[in-house]
T-cell receptor, first 114, second 113 residues
Framework: GAGVSQSPRYKVAKRGQDVALRCDPI?????LFWYQQALGQGPEFLTY????????KSGLPSDRFFAERPEGSVSTLKIQRTQQEDSAVYLC????????????FGSGTRLTVV | GENVEQHPSTLSVQEGDSAVIKCTYS??????FPWYKQELGKRPQLIID?????GEKKDQRIAVTLNKTAKHFSLHITETQPEDSAVYFC????????????FGKGTSLLVTP
């Protein structure tokens, strides 16, 4: 596609509910990143994939967060047993990799846990 | 890990004036420094970037300077326009992290007509 697509655009979850956020990167982009952006803050790194391999998950805040990219294209970020502190915008970005540093961000999923 | 500090947190200028935003970073291994503009409710958009082998880069009204010795870099916007109003984020990254970005906390720029 022409850009990075994320769905849903908005998600309201009850505390304790599991959620799944989807990212569809630009076709052919090797690198995929997830970031969490709290209100009024800069994006915080969560995890990074190169093709289907998850090379860095050091930013995932707890074991309730899990990300996958099984076929090296679409990625899903799953949050189990959501808590209020998980409320944020979750941004996905992709890049061609191999020395192409420029990211393209998706519009994000705004998660509100009530 | 890398720590990026950004200031000021808010900046108000008159249309036509210049705006300067400064960032410092802690990890001397960082070698890629992009700047993003984010309008309310929208995605961050790359406006300019600089690599560690370059000291300055310009793109029309926007310029970025990098001082590797002092570990700081700055964004300069000249002849500001109301449409420049947004939140600006600096970031730093390292090649061997796949260029995962460490962002500053952002500067909210307001350009008044």
């Amino acid at each position: 596609g022409a850009g990075v697509s994320q769905s849903p655009r908005y998600k309201v979850a009850k505390r304790g509910q599991d959620v799944a956020l989807r990212c569809d990167p630009i076709s052919g982009h090797v690198s995929l990143f997830w970031y969490q952006q709290a209100l009024g803050q800069g994006p915080e790194f969560l995890t990074y994939f190169q093709n289907e391999a998850q090379l860095d998950k050091s930013g995932l805040p707890s074991d309730r967060f899990f990300a996958e990219r099984p076929e090296g294209s679409v990625s899903t970020l799953k949050i189990q047993r959501t808590q209020q502190e998980d409320s944020a915008v979750y941004l996905c970005a992709s890049s061609a990799g191999q020395g192409d540093y420029g990211y393209t961000f998706g519009s994000g999923t705004r998660l509100t846990v009530v | 890990g890398e720590n990026v500090e950004q200031h000021p947190s808010t900046l108000s200028v008159q249309e036509g004036d210049s705006a300067v935003i400064k960032c410092t970073y802690s990890d001397s291994a960082s070698n890629y420094f992009p700047w993003y503009k984010q309008e309310l409710g929208k995605r961050p958009q790359l406006i300019i970037d600089i690599r560690s082998n370059v000291g300055e880069k310009k793109d029309q009204r926007i310029a970025v300077t990098l001082n590797k010795t002092a570990k700081h870099f700055s964004l300069h916007i000249t002849e500001t326009q109301p449409e420049d109003s947004a939140v600006y984020f600096c970031a730093a990254s390292i090649e061997n992290s796949g260029y995962a970005l460490n962002f500053g906390k952002g500067t909210s720029l307001l350009v008044t007509p």
